[in-house]
């Protein structure tokens, strides 16, 4: 009887956070899997950044959604899949359909681009999808940007020619979830993502422009991406 009650009071609370307009919009913007700062999501919301900021706090107290530290940034993203099904099944039986995410980057930057000294864009994003679905990143706790790697990543990424050893001894993070600013979803940031854009430069599957930060991906970077992980281009 006590777990039922339990059951029942945690269902409630997380029903009282969603069922508010204002955080319901907030949660609906999310549902696209793209991250959003505050000052975004207060515009998203209809409410006031010191109102958004209290509702974000009560989101990610019922974990639905959680914050990324970025810097001076903090992105907001949904709290797992299984918000994102909860959500779905709503927007489904409300009959509603809700707004995509467009990014108005620049094409050449939105394609594939440097974010520090690691990759960044649509090609980066696709390459961590690929190696979480590949089961080469090992992710921690929920909430934690970090990532270790498997057994089959630590072989995948030193085939590519990467001293993993020696990557992990840097006094940086090895391996994280960087927010992709165009994209709005993680690439691969760290001394990983770093040596993986070294290995990119060096066998020539990407080249990068004089004037900016773009990066364009060769005929020899789309049969690879093709051949070697499995990303059509």
């Not at 269902?11 to 969603?18: D, H, K, N, P, Y």
């Not at 949904?78 to 108005?104: D, I, Y």
């Not at 990467?162 to 001394?191: M, N, Y």
Request: aromatic share 6%; with cysteine; charged share 25%.
């Amino acid at each position: 009887m006590d777990v039922e009650q339990s059951v029942e009071t945690t269902v409630s609370a997380l029903g009282a956070a969603i069922g508010e307009p204002a955080r319901a919009r907030i949660l609906f913007c999310l549902a696209d899997g793209h991250a959003r700062t505050s000052t975004e999501l207060a515009i998203v919301a209809e409410v006031s950044p010191s109102t958004a900021s209290m509702h974000l706090a009560r989101l990610k107290e019922q974990r639905l959604v959680t914050m990324i530290a970025q810097g001076k940034h903090h992105y907001y993203k949904l709290g797992g899949p299984a918000v994102a099904t909860v959500l779905e099944a709503l927007t489904v039986f409300a009959g509603e359909s809700q707004h995509k995410f467009v990014p108005n980057t620049p094409s050449r930057l939105r394609a594939a681009r440097t974010c520090y000294d690691h990759m960044a864009g649509h090609l980066a994003v696709s390459l961590h999808d690929r190696f979480l679905k590949l089961e080469w990143l090992a992710t921690g706790d929920a909430g934690d940007n970090n990532y270790g790697l498997t057994v089959a990543g630590v072989e995948a990424f030193s085939q590519l020619g990467i001293d993993i050893e020696a990557t992990r001894k840097l006094r940086r993070r090895f391996a994280c979830a960087c927010v992709d600013w165009s994209e709005r979803r993680p690439h691969i940031g760290g001394a990983l993502g770093a040596a993986l854009l070294k290995v990119a430069l060096k066998r020539n599957w990407v080249v990068q422009d004089l004037d900016c930060r773009a990066l364009k991906l060769t005929r020899g970077g789309r049969r690879e991406m093709s051949a070697r992980f499995g990303i059509p281009y």
